[in-house]
Structures are given as C-alpha cells and as structure tokens.
C-alpha cells in the first residue's frame, strides 16, 4: 500500500511537471491568436476605410481581400474585383505591369509601378501601386502579394502638362535664331540650346557642365567675365563682342540677365546672344556711302569738313603743321560742253586716282563738289 501511494504521487507529480509547460503553451498560444484576430480586426477597420486601394493577391491571381475603396476609386464594387482582371489595365500597361509581377514572384521583395486601370465610368485612372511579396498568413506554405493603390491622375496629368511644356518651351528657344544659356554661379552652362551648333558648331550637350572659360577660352573669357560680375551683383547688362569661330570674324550682341530666386537671391544668369555680322556689315557700308564720293571713290565733302575741322582744331592746341590743299580742273565746263557729262565723269575719276596715288600716306584726298578737290595731310613735314 504504502509502495502504491507513492508511486501515485510520483505519477501526479510527473504529470503536473508535464501539463503545466502544455498549459502555458496552450494559455500563450490563446492569447496570441487573440492578438492576431486583434491585429486583424484592426487592420481590416484601417483597411477598409482607406482611401488607396489594398488588396491581399494569391498566386493565381484571385483576391483574397480587395478592399472598400475600390468602389469610390474605380468605379467597381468589390466583388466584381475579386477576380484577376488584366482587361482593366490600359493596353499600353499590360505587358509592363505583368513582367512587374513576373518578377516580383520570382526575385521577393518589394516594387513600385505607375500604371492606368480602367474606371467604371469608361476612362482611365493613374494609379500609383506599392506590392510586396509575402508568406501567406493562412499557414500554407504559398506567398501573396500585398497591394497598395492610390490615385495619382492629377500628378501624372501635371507632370505630362509640364514635360510638354518643356518639350515646346525647347522647341522654340532651340529654333530662335540666337544662342539662349543658362549659367551658374560656378559660372559652368547649366542649359544651352541647339542654335550654338550653327554659330560655332560646337554641341550643346558637350558645352553642359564646363565653365564659360574653358568653352570660350582665356582670352575671350577676360573680355566676358567683367560683364558676368555685373550680372551676378543683379544688373542687368548689355554689350557687344567679337570672337573668331570657322574662321570667321563675328560680331556679337548679348544681354546678361540676373536669374533670381523667390527671395531674390541671384543663383545664375541667363544669356541670350544674338549675331549681329550682318548688322555690322550693314552699318560699315552705310557708313562708307556716307563719307565716300559714289563717282571718284574718295571721300566726300562731309567727311572732309568732319576731318578738317577736327585735325585744325587738334593742330592749333598743339602747335603742329597741317597741309591743306584745294584744287579743282581748269576748264572742266569746256571737257563736259565738248564731250559730253560721261566723258567728264571719266576725267574727274581719272584726276581723283591721280590725287590719291601723289599724296603721303595717311593723307585724305576727297571730292568737295564738281571739279574741286581737298587734300589733308596731318603731321606735315615742313619741307613738304
């Protein structure tokens, strides 16, 4: 007896020493699924009154959970999108997006893709997906997609407005006739359109990044930098330039403009330089029309006037001789009343070679009017 009573409080004391860890475990594991259904109902009660779309996806593609918002999002209720449906992705976005989730079951982790998806309505909406793969929570051995959706149409339709505005924006400064660049205060081009190809024929693309020096080069920087000073203290500056580009003297007009920010702070400078060659040719010419004889080729009476006045004027200051020679062709009246005006156009070109060919170097031989000529010769040797 006394054998038998001891062996029943060692079997009783065996067993509470196994059914207390059992009953522990049992208790922990009670709460943990209590917390799990917790977490659950809590995640679900965010879930469902999410405004993205969140979607638990198996690997065939069926929906676990799709929540609430689709309704509001697409247009769709929530069981008509329970299903895989590839037909509501825009044609354009069907091979993209299945070659994301391709990859996203193959490799794990975790992407983002920006895609459009049918609305109920008839149009598409821009949505901005984040999925993730995970191990199923139903204990299977299988993964799921956790799918995050939200509507993005107003951003994607600004970014496409403002692209497009930059597209045209770059169409018109690449077809202006005048190189258009931006500078910083590093003074490296930060932008440059296309017309510097024709003016130079450098690449714009190979000009972004490098300073104004190292394009323009050292001699032509020094001429520039003054000007670029300016600019970065604020003013806003014009000026006018030569540079030898094909082996071509141009001539070129630019304005330095102050780009400043919201606080008005200069963060770098605009340029915009025109070629103004032909404008310079232009004025050459008019200006040699304006100060030469159109039958002999020498000077005419204005620039005479404009020469003489200032060289006498110079010549009394100083003290220095001046020679002042006029002369005209005697009879001329009787050439032109004999042989006629042609002939006497002849002869007064002829007298004017003849007059420029005789006279010192430096000397300005002009036509005053008629048959009468000017000479004027500064510092003239007395001998002369």
């Known amino acids: 007896p006394a054998f038998r009573v001891v062996m029943a409080q060692v079997f009783i004391g065996v067993t509470c020493l196994i059914a207390l860890p059992v009953a522990l475990a049992l208790v922990e ?16 009660m965010l879930a469902d009154n999410s405004g993205d779309l969140v979607m638990r996806i198996r690997p065939n593609g069926d929906r676990r959970y799709v929540s609430p918002s689709v309704k509001e999002l697409l247009g769709w209720d929530v069981e008509e999108f329970m299903s895989p449906r590839p037909d509501l992705i825009h044609p354009d976005d069907r091979q993209r997006i299945a070659d994301v989730v391709t990859t996203l079951r193959r490799l794990g982790g975790a992407t983002t893709a920006t895609y459009r998806l049918l609305h ?30 939200r509507d993005v149409t107003q951003r ?38 296309r017309f510097v190809e024709q003016v130079s024929g450098e690449s714009p693309t190979e000009m972004i990044g490098k300073t104004v020096k190292e394009v323009r080069g050292a001699v032509l920087y020094e001429q520039l930098k003054e000007y670029l000073d300016r600019a970065y203290g604020g003013e806003s500056v014009w000026f006018e330039y030569e540079a030898t580009y094909r082996s071509r003297l141009l001539h070129f007009q630019t304005h330095y403009v102050p780009d400043k920010d919201a606080k008005g702070h200069v963060r770098g400078v605009y340029a915009l330089t025109t070629e103004i060659t032909h ?16 039958l002999t080729g020498l000077a005419n009476r204005r620039y005479f006037n404009d020469q003489s006045s200032a060289l006498l004027r110079q010549a009394s200051q100083r003290r220095m001789p001046v020679l002042m020679a006029l002369i005209d062709v005697d009879n001329f009246k009787s050439i032109n009343d004999t042989y006629g005006h042609a002939a006497g156009d002849l002869v007064l070109a002829e007298v004017g070679r003849c007059l420029q060919g005789i006279s010192l170097e430096g000397a300005v031989v002009a036509r005053i009017g008629g048959d009468e000529f000017g000479i004027l010769l500064r510092h003239c040797p007395m001998e002369a």
Do not use: C, M
């Open 29 to 44: 594991q009670d709460r943990l699924q209590l917390r799990v259904r917790d977490n659950e109902i809590r995640y679900r």
């Open 279 to 294: 404008i310079k040719n232009v004025e050459r010419e008019l200006l040699r029309l304006a100060h030469q004889d159109a």
């Open 120 to 149: 109920r309505a008839g149009h598409y909406v821009w949505i901005e997906a984040f999925a993730r793969l995970v191990e199923s929570p139903e204990g299977d051995g299988t993964t799921e997609i956790i799918y995050t959706g």
């Open 156 to 193: 994607v339709q600004i970014q496409q407005a403002l692209t497009e505005s930059q597209a045209q924006l770059r169409t018109i400064t690449d077809n202006v006739p005048a190189v258009i660049a931006r500078i910083d205060t590093s003074e490296r081009y930060t932008y440059i359109n």
